[in-house]
């Protein structure tokens, strides 16, 4: 099992005729991911990678039984493509593009309310299920199967974090990377509930950082229950000078807002392991599993 998308999964791809959806489109298909198509308003009814190309996404779902999307569009179109994806019916939405502006943000969202679909980003390193099936940008070379969820608001994190638990024999369920902005879809406690609710999930892992409410969230949840599952959280941004953004728009710490340090304290208070540097995850992951 896995969470949001495995073998099953039908992906299309807006912006596949492009230089970078032309890329990842391919790496998506030799990673073994089912790709049954792509958007590109004014192209439908050619082909690209072999793959028939559709003026939208309903289109797309139509002629193909598509149930996600990878946005790969210039920010200025990322909201449009959003919504044609969302008003679609699709299961599942991974945007990668950075730099959407905040006010088009606002209209995804409402497009989002009251729909069925999970939004992941944007400016998200996207969704991995390894073996199984690739949404976004995320390497996939270290990763490996197994009993480990990860969440995450940092890309160079993740795949560091991934590395490590796979050299130590610790696969990984399904690895999703929230996206770096500050208007979002899919959050750390949509990912912790999912993760409980997933059988082949035994362990979770958080990787978090200043600026947002992803962390604080996520403690009110874990402390609102049992979760029954060991959950391990990296929170980096310690040193960080209050009121900067340091990196991508999502790590804005204003005034008033929590430091790194209180964040961790919230997640500790609340149960979860605390690591305080990337080599501590894995050791704590292991003992936690029983290892």
Partial sequence: MAILVDETTKLVVQGMTGRSGTFYTDQAIRYGTAVVGGVRPGKGGTKHLGLPVFDSCADAVRETGANASLVMVPAHHAAAAMVDAIEAGLGVVVCVTERVPQHDMTRVKAALAGSDTVLIGPNSQGILTPQACKIGVMPTRDARPGPVGIASRSASLTSEVLAQLSRADLGQSTTVGVGGDAIHGIGFVDCLKRFRDDAQTKAVVLIGEIGGREEEDAAAYLASLDYGKPVVAL????????????????????????????????????????????????????????G
């Fill in 235 to 290: 929170v980096v941004g310690r040193n960080a000078p209050r009121e900067r953004r340091m990196g991508h728009a999502g790590t804005l710490s204003i005034f008033g807002a929590e430091t790194a340090a209180e964040k961790i304290e919230r997640l500790r208070a609340a149960g979860a392991v605390i690591s305080a540097h990337t080599d501590d995850v894995v050791p704590q992951v292991s003992r936690a599993l029983g």
